[in-house]
Nanobody, 121 residues
Framework: QFAESGGGLVQPGGSLRLSCESSGTALPTNTIGWFRQVPGGERVGVACIKGGDTLYLDLVEGRFTISRDDAKNTVYLQMDSLKPEDAGVYYC??????????????????WGQGTQVTVSS
């Protein structure tokens, strides 16, 4: 199970850093991903990380950076040059299969409560 934090209100062009902390246990070595969901919409994978490998949704490539700090049991999502369309509730989770490296949410479990990101002037 994960706990997300770091969301908030930011102006277009601004930055936020989201945190995804593993509750009470070490971070799994499986792929861990960040997802965005808007009201009435599906969860969309924006970034994932497994070891030193990362994968990004095209729309955020070059603006978002995912990283992990095993000493802090935390995965981060640094979001720069934010746009209004980046707004939503952001969730993190880990894939069930050790071999999976994907942004498809069906492969993931252990969803947290999410953290709200609002991008508005």
């Amino acid at each position: 199970q994960f706990a997300e934090s770091g969301g908030g209100l930011v102006q277009p062009g601004g930055s936020l850093r989201l945190s995804c902390e593993s509750s009470g246990t070490a971070l799994p070595t499986n792929t861990i991903g960040w997802f965005r969901q808007v009201p009435g919409g599906e969860r969309v994978g924006v970034a994932c990380i497994k070891g030193g490998d990362t994968l990004y949704l095209d729309l955020v490539e070059g603006r978002f950076t995912i990283s992990r700090d095993d000493a802090k049991n935390t995965v981060y999502l640094q979001m720069d040059s934010l746009k209004p369309e980046d707004a939503g509730v952001y969730y993190c989770a880990a894939v069930r299969s050790e071999l999976a490296f994907t942004l498809h949410d069906e492969a993931y479990s252990g969803w947290g409560q999410g953290t709200q990101v609002t991008v508005s002037s």
